[in-house]
């Protein structure tokens, strides 16, 4: 069965500081995409950015980027220029054929 | 603002109680969900409404059932809750379906998730 592993509950950053969420997945599927969603507190869960397994080159959204190692199924979001606003609960999920897992998340601070 | 809108925000309810959580998208979405979240947990699929389907997690109690009264709108009523069922109940949509328990739907996978505000229930 697929699973994802966060394994940092907490982290925390200085403001302008770049910081890197891991994320790991055990799967024996080789097509499939990854997501980090990203939900504020008190605010609605959103996409923060995803990747296609297929593709090898690493996806980026702006300050966002991944470091996607498929054959170490590891899948990790770095932050660039980290901003108070980036203070959030991440989520690393997977979705093979439909079907969506979510990994436990990571607690990010920014420290003014 | 958000694209998926969920009423209301705050519910608090008896356990005797009959209410409603609604929710309604304008993307032209085909598929809507319900999640339920704990604090500090990742959300739990309850319900999957897609293609006119209804993809139900077995572990769902059936004092929670959903309805889809047309393809914007997904409503989850509630009857006889128990304080453990107190949460942040999440909506979300996407183009095409996702499902959890197995069973494609079609899709070429990437269904990305639209989530609304939630809706915060405390049931006393």
């Known amino acids: 069965a697929q699973t994802v592993t966060q394994s940092q509950p907490e982290m925390s950053v200085q403001e302008a500081e770049t910081v890197t969420l891991s994320c790991t997945y055990d799967?024996?599927?080789?097509?499939?995409?990854l997501f980090w969603y990203k939900q504020p507190p008190s605010r609605q869960m959103i996409l923060v950015i995803r990747q296609e397994a297929y593709k090898q080159q690493n996806a980026t959204e702006n300050r966002f980027s991944v470091n996607f190692q498929k054959a170490a199924k590891s899948f990790s979001l770095k932050i660039s220029d980290s901003q108070l606003g980036d203070a959030a609960m991440y989520f690393c999920a997977y979705d093979r054929d439909d079907k969506i897992i979510f990994g436990k998340g990571t607690r990010l601070h920014i420290l003014p | 603002d958000t694209e998926v809108t969920q009423t209301p925000k705050h519910l608090v309810m008896g356990m005797t109680n009959k209410k409603s959580l609604k929710c309604e998208q304008h993307?032209?979405?085909?598929?809507m969900y319900w999640y339920k979240q704990k604090a500090k947990k990742p959300p739990e699929l309850m319900f999957v409404y897609s293609y006119e389907k209804l993809s139900i997690n077995e572990s769902v109690p059936s004092r929670f059932s959903p309805e889809c009264p047309n393809s914007s709108l997904l409503n989850l009523h509630l009857h006889a809750l128990q304080p453990e069922d107190s949460a942040l109940y999440l909506c979300a949509s996407s183009q095409d379906a996702a499902l959890p328990w197995g069973g494609a739907s079609g899709s070429s996978g990437a269904n990305v998730l639209t989530f609304g505000a939630g809706s915060r229930l405390t049931v006393l």
């Open positions: 993307m032209g979405h085909r598929a």
């Open positions: 799967t024996s599927e080789s097509d499939y995409y």
